[in-house]
């Protein structure tokens, strides 16, 4: 390489974040320094760019970021925009802490991490990192903020039912379904002691605050007649605030949920539509939108190999000298919202995708368990995913490679037979799925892509 190199490494936290420069020889560019997440401070970071710049023309900055949560993407996105040769790549920040481990470094400092990852930059020089546009960070915002709610919702119910373990433990288990019914009449008689003294006309009243219909009578009355035979203990006036409370707060969040459950939806069909992941049967437009928002940019994954460790779909060797139960086991490791995504979609995909239908069938004849074979299902949808996603084109569940003469039974059970033909070269993405999901049962993955 002829031209001058300086290699950078940021630590990157949510107010203050640290600058460290390298020749590369390894001497410093730069003194290193500190500066605000702010615009202060990234015009401070400005500078000093400018000055190195300056000191050597024609300088090419190969910047190296700890994609640490969010708080990297501001950062990203000025020194992309800035009006100098600068090149950027997120690094995973587990790969500078095993490269620190390498120099055996045990210190853990906002420095060192800088400089550290200076190091990585110099030594190993990664590709840069294609920045995500405001329409992939917003759709990551969007997915992630609705997770939040249905953390926020879950936590809620469960304090419900901690609660009413006290006040009414006939409606508090996990197998009790608490309903819009049940939460209606919560809302007015919130403990067993309560709603036993409830009279008929009382009961008339309740209503659903969203759509101002009256809850059923006979479905109030039940309750209440589990109520009349409840070992509740009777409540204070503050304990029945407290679960009228969180009712509301169940209500609310469940609200959020499908709000942004809706925003989501109408921003993938916008903006992500052309991805076609929500043409592959089990896949609905909520659950495209989804992975698109944990993948952000298809163009991240060179290959189905690099995209099926980025999920984690792939079994490990468990072994200890201590326990003789070793085996091959799903990994832990991998984008863990990515990967419960795909799981939950592999359920519906088993009864309505004839590929993944097949697969599992097969699995089990094979004498593999259920868990196995849905684990094998979720790495051959995950394929699926991969070939849909790079070529952009609808998904063909009836191709198969070689066309061997099979038999459909169609929807007027008539039999038709295909005769072995040779694969359309116009169906790119059936050519692509089936050479991306050859071998799935084995730790290995074999792959023919033609990308």
């Not at 120099?103 to 294609?130: G, S």
């Not at 592959?280 to 992975?291: R, Y």
Request: glycine share 4%; proline share 4%; with cysteine.
């Amino acid at each position: 390489m002829n031209e001058k190199v300086i290699h950078a490494g940021f630590d990157v936290h949510a107010k203050t974040n640290v600058a460290h420069f390298l020749h590369p020889d390894g001497s410093w560019a730069h003194q290193p320094f500190e500066f605000e997440q702010d615009k202060k401070g990234f015009s401070r970071l400005e500078k000093a760019l400018q000055k190195m710049a300056q000191e050597h023309p024609d300088v090419v900055f190969l910047c190296g970021i700890e994609a640490t949560g969010p708080y990297w993407f501001p950062l990203g996105a000025f020194l992309t925009a800035l009006p100098l040769r600068v090149k950027v790549t997120a690094i995973n920040p587990s790969v500078v802490t095993n490269f620190k481990k390498v120099h055996l470094k045990k210190v853990k400092t906002d420095p060192i991490d800088a400089r550290e990852t200076a190091e990585y930059m110099r030594i190993f020089k990664p590709e840069p990192t294609d920045f995500f546009t405001s329409e992939h960070i917003a759709l990551r915002q969007l997915a992630r903020g609705r997770k939040f709610f249905l953390k926020q919702h879950s936590a809620a119910m469960n304090q419900l039912r901690s609660q009413l373990a006290v006040a009414f433990p006939e409606i508090s288990g996990k197998d009790t379904n608490l309903s819009e019914t049940i939460l209606a009449v919560l809302d007015r008689f919130p403990s067993a002691s309560s709603l036993k003294k409830a009279t008929d006309k009382q009961l008339k009243k309740i209503r659903f605050p969203n759509s101002g219909k009256r809850v059923k009578c006979n479905m109030a009355s039940a309750l209440r007649e589990t109520a009349k035979d409840s070992i509740g203990i009777t409540q204070e006036p503050m304990c029945e605030l407290y679960i009228r409370q969180l009712v509301h707060n169940i209500r609310f969040l469940h609200q959020q949920v499908q709000k942004a459950e809706k925003e989501l939806e109408t921003y993938y069909m916008e903006h992500f539509a052309h991805t076609r992941i929500h043409t592959i049967k089990g896949i609905g437009t909520l659950s495209a939108a989804l992975i698109m928002g944990e993948i952000l940019d298809a163009k991240r994954f060179e290959s189905i190999t690099h995209w099926i460790g980025y999920i984690g779909i792939y079994p490990e060797w468990k072994w200890s000298a201590d326990k003789k139960d070793y085996a091959f086991k799903m990994t832990k490791k991998g984008n863990r919202y990515l990967k419960h995504i795909i799981y939950c979609c592999t359920f519906p995909a088993i009864r309505f995708n004839p590929i993944i239908r097949r697969h599992y069938h097969n699995q089990l004849s094979r004498g593999k368990k259920k868990m196995v074979a849905i684990g094998s299902c979720m790495r051959k949808l995950a394929s699926l995913i991969f070939g849909v996603m790079k070529t952009q084109r609808d998904f063909d569940p009836l191709y198969n490679s070689g066309m061997k003469e099979k038999t459909i039974s169609t929807k007027k059970t008539r039999q038709i037979k295909l005769k072995k033909e040779e694969a359309p070269q116009s169906n790119i993405v059936a050519g692509e799925v089936v050479n991306a999901t050859k071998s799935f049962s084995g730790p290995e993955i074999e792959v023919a892509s033609s990308l």
